[in-house]
C-alpha cells in the first residue's frame, strides 16, 4: 500500500468486477467500429462441464477388467433404423461438420484421412462436398443447411449419411458468415456467389418450418437416396428434450445434439456466449426423450460441443449417448493454436490458444485459411496422422474408464458409474453429488 | 407409353422405376394417375424422359430434377421443383410455397401463381411464373432469372445477390438491397428466350427489371435494422 504526498495511506486500485478489463476492451472496440465483434469458436466463459463428473471405478460390488487384455468394445452403428446401409463406426468419436471454405482444401482431406485411419466418420459444411473430402474419407456425412451451398443430388447420393442441420450449439437460431477474405474463387465457385463477398448463411431452410415439414423433407431425401443412407438431424442445445422428441417423430435416424461449447467459423461473440446450454446440461433431457419415445438405441444420439478427451467421451456415453462428435479438439490436433507460430499470433495482436479469428482467413498453421501461401504450411498427410493418434488416445482413455469400470463395451457406461462434484453439475447430470445420494430436483421434471 | 397409378402402386415403387431409367431408356414418357397431394412424387429424376403427372401434387414433386421434364397437370404443393439441377418442370394450376427453392439450373413455369418465397436461394434456375408470385420472392436469391408476368408481392428480391428479377406487373415493395435496374438489350433477349420456352405470350418490353443495388455484399453497420 502506497501513501500520498501528505503520508495517508491510499488503498490498492481495485478492478471492478462488473467492468473488468475484458469487458472494458470490448466496449472501447464497439465504441471505436460501430460493429460487434465477430469470431470463431464456441464458448469460451467458465461453463460446468464434464470436468465436474468422476467416475467411481469397482469395487467390491462391482469388479473391473484387466487393462489392454479383457475386451472392451467401441463400435457403434448408426442409422439402422430406417436406412438399409446404416453406418458403422469403429470407434464412437466422429468428426463434426465443418465447412470448405472455413477451413482449406487440405485442412478437410486431413480430416478425412485421420477419421478413415480411426474408423470412423467425417462431415461436410456449409459450402458442399470436396472430391478431396470424399476420396479421403470412408464414411462422410453430408450436412444438408438452410444455404444448400453446393446442393446437388449427385453428392447427396455419393454420401453415407445425410445430416439435416436445424442449429448450431455456438449459434442457436443463427445463419453461417464467411466473410470476403475467404471467399476465394473456388469457394466462390461451389457457393454460387461473387467473389470477395462477406457471405451469409441463411439461418433457417428455404423450404421447410416446423416438424410436419420436416418429417416430408426427410421422405424427400430418403426417396432421391433410395431409402439407402441414414438420415441425421443435427439441432443446437437450445431445448434438447423437445427438439429431440420432434426430430425423431419427424423420422431422423440419429440425433445430433451440439452445446454451447461446440464451435462455429465465425459468428457474433455475443451469440457464442449467450444463447445456447452447456453441453453437460443438454444431454438427459435428449435421453429422456428418446427414452419415452422408447427409442433409446434406436435412434442414435450424437454429442458434441467441448470433447476433448477419452474421459469426456466416457462421461458422455455413460450419460447414455451412443457416439459424440468433435470440431475444436480435431482443429487442434491439427495444429492449430500451437505455440510454434507464437509470434504470428502476437503479430495478429492474439496468443496461441486464444486465436479465433478464423474468419479473417489469416491462421499462421494454415488451417483456417484459403491463402495459398499460409495453406503450403499444412500438410494433409501429417495432419491426418496426427487426429488418428489423437483419436486413437481418446479411444484407449475412454476403454480405460470403461474397465476400471467393469464395462466390456463403451455403451455399457451407465450414470450409475458416475458422481459429480458440483451442485450445478449434479442437477444438470443428474447423478449424485459426490458423498450423497442426492442431486437437485432429483424427483423433478426438465 | 407408361402408366402408374399411385391409387394401386406405392411412392417408393413408382420413384424406384422413375429413377432407374437411364439415358438409354426407351420408357421415354410416363404417366402417374391418382397422386391425390401425395409428396415427394417424381423427385431425383436424373434421365431424359418426360413426366405428366394428372392431379395435384404435395410438398417437393420434381424435387432436385435432373434432365427429365415433369408436368403437372393441377397444381403443386410446397417447395415444387426444390433444388433443381437441370430439366423442366411445368405447373398447369397454382405453385404454392418456396416454388423453386435453391434451384441451381433448369426451368420452372407455373402458368397460374406462385404464393410466397418463390425462388427463394435460387442458385441459376430460370422461373417463368405467368400469373403473380407472393411476398419474400427471390429472397437471397444468387443467380438464374425470375420472369412474372402478374404481380409481386411484398419485399422482392429482399437480400438478393446477382439473380436478374423480372417484373411486367406491380411490385408491392422491394425487399432490403433491392432495385430497379436498367433493362438493356442483354436482358430482353434472355426475357425473349425464357418467354419462349415458358409459353408465355408476353412482350418483353413490358416488364422491369430489379437485382441487387450491392450494398449488403460486405458488412456496413448503416445497413444494419
Known amino acids: 500500500m502506497s501513501n500520498d504526498d501528505s503520508g495517508i495511506p491510499r488503498t490498492t486500485p481495485r478492478q471492478s468486477a462488473t467492468f473488468s478489463q475484458d469487458v472494458n476492451s470490448e466496449i472501447r472496440r464497439a465504441a471505436a467500429t460501430g460493429i460487434y465483434d465477430i469470431r470463431g469458436g464456441g464458448a469460451k466463459r467458465k461453463l460446468p462441464t464434464f470436468d465436474d463428473l468422476l467416475f467411481l471405478g469397482a469395487s467390491i460390488s462391482r469388479y473391473p477388467l484387466e487393462g489392454y487384455r479383457e475386451k472392451c468394445d467401441t463400435n457403434v452403428s448408426i442409422g439402422g433404423l430406417n436406412a438399409s446401409n446404416p453406418i458403422h463406426l469403429d470407434i464412437p468419436i466422429t468428426i463434426a461438420g465443418m465447412s470448405f471454405g472455413a477451413l482449406s482444401g487440405p485442412a478437410k482431406e486431413a480430416l478425412g484421412r485421420g477419421a478413415s485411419e480411426a474408423g470412423t466418420s467425417t462431415t461436410t459444411g456449409d459450402g458442399g462436398m470436396t472430391p478431396e473430402e470424399r476420396g479421403h474419407s470412408s464414411k462422410l456425412v453430408y450436412q444438408y443447411l438452410p444455404s444448400r451451398y453446393g446442393m446437388n443430388p449427385d453428392d447427396l447420393r455419393k454420401a453415407d449419411a445425410i445430416e439435416i442441420v436445424v442449429g448450431q450449439g455456438a449459434k442457436p437460431g443463427g445463419g453461417g458468415m464467411l466473410l470476403g477474405q475467404k471467399i476465394s474463387d473456388r469457394v466462390a465457385s461451389m457457393r454460387n456467389l461473387p467473389k470477395g463477398i462477406d457471405q451469409r448463411s441463411a439461418c433457417r431452410h428455404p423450404d421447410w418450418t416446423g416438424p410436419d415439414d420436416l418429417e416430408i423433407k426427410i421422405l424427400e431425401l430418403r426417396e432421391i437416396t433410395g431409402w439407402k443412407v441414414p438420415i441425421y438431424v443435427k439441432v443446437a442445445g437450445a431445448r434438447p428434450y423437445y427438439d429431440t422428441t420432434l426430430a425423431v417423430k419427424a423420422g431422423a435416424d440419429a440425433i445430433v445434439l451440439d452445446g454451447m461449447q461446440g464451435g462455429t467459423a465465425a459468428t457474433q461473440d455475443v451469440f457464442i456466449e449467450h444463447v445456447g446450454q452447456p453441453t453437460l446440461a443438454i444431454i438427459r433431457p435428449a435421453v429422456k426423450a428418446l427414452q419415452d419415445l422408447g427409442m433409446h438405441r434406436k435412434v442414435q444420439l450424437i454429442l458434441s460441443g467441448g470433447i476433448r478427451t477419452g474421459a469426456d467421451v466416457a462421461k458422455a456415453m455413460a450419460l447414455g449417448a451412443d457416439a459424440v462428435a468433435i470440431g475444436t479438439a480435431a482443429l487442434i490436433a491439427l495444429g492449430d493454436n500451437d505455440p510454434k507460430w507464437e509470434a504470428e499470433y502476437n503479430k495478429l495482436g492474439t496468443t496461441a490458444g486464444a486465436y479465433d479469428d478464423w474468419h479473417e482467413g489469416q491462421d499462421p498453421a494454415g488451417i483456417t485459411t484459403q491463402d495459398p501461401e499460409l495453406m503450403k504450411r499444412f500438410d494433409p498427410i501429417e495432419g491426418g496422422r496426427r487426429l488418428r493418434n489423437y483419436l486413437k488416445v481418446m479411444t484407449l482413455e475412454a476403454q480405460t474408464i470403461a474397465r476400471a469400470c467393469g464395462k466390456n463395451h463403451l455403451h455399457n457406461l451407465e450414470p450409475e458409474d458416475l458422481v459429480a462434484l458440483t451442485m450445478e453439475a449434479a442437477a444438470m447430470a443428474q447423478v449424485p453429488l459426490a458423498g450423497t445420494d442426492w442431486w437437485p430436483g432429483k424427483t423433478g421434471l426438465f | ?225
Open chain 2, 1 to 225: 407409353m407408361q402408366t402408374y397409378d399411385l391409387s394401386t402402386g406405392s411412392l417408393r415403387e413408382l420413384n424406384a422405376t422413375l429413377h432407374a431409367q437411364n439415358e438409354a431408356t426407351n420408357q421415354t414418357t410416363w404417366e402417374i394417375m391418382n397422386p391425390k397431394g401425395a409428396h415427394a412424387i417424381a423427385c431425383g429424376l436424373d434421365s431424359p424422359i418426360e413426366v405428366t403427372v394428372r392431379g395435384s401434387t404435395g410438398y417437393y414433386s420434381a424435387g432436385m430434377n435432373q434432365q427429365a421434364t415433369v408436368n403437372i397437370t393441377g397444381s403443386a404443393g410446397p417447395g415444387v421443383a426444390e433444388n433443381m439441377m437441370s430439366g423442366k418442370v411445368v405447373i398447369d394450376g397454382d405453385a404454392s410455397q418456396y416454388a423453386g427453392a435453391t434451384g441451381h439450373g433448369g426451368l420452372l413455369v407455373v402458368k397460374g401463381n406462385a404464393s410466397s418465397r418463390c425462388g427463394i436461394s435460387m442458385k441459376g434456375i430460370n422461373i417463368v411464373v405467368h400469373g403473380n408470385i407472393g411476398h419474400m420472392s427471390a429472397f437471397m436469391a444468387q443467380s438464374g432469372n425470375m420472369v412474372v408476368c402478374g404481380d409481386a408481392g411484398e419485399a422482392l428480391g429482399d437480400s438478393c445477390y446477382e439473380a436478374r428479377l423480372f417484373v411486367r406487373g406491380s411490385v408491392k415493395s422491394l425487399g432490403a438491397d433491392c432495385e430497379e435496374k436498367e433493362m438493356r438489350p442483354e436482358h430482353l433477349e434472355i426475357l425473349r428466350a425464357l418467354l419462349t420456352e415458358g409459353e408465355c405470350d408476353a412482350k418483353p418490353e413490358e416488364f422491369k427489371r430489379y437485382g441487387s443495388a450491392r450494398n449488403l455484399y460486405n458488412f456496413n453497420i448503416d445497413n444494419a435494422y
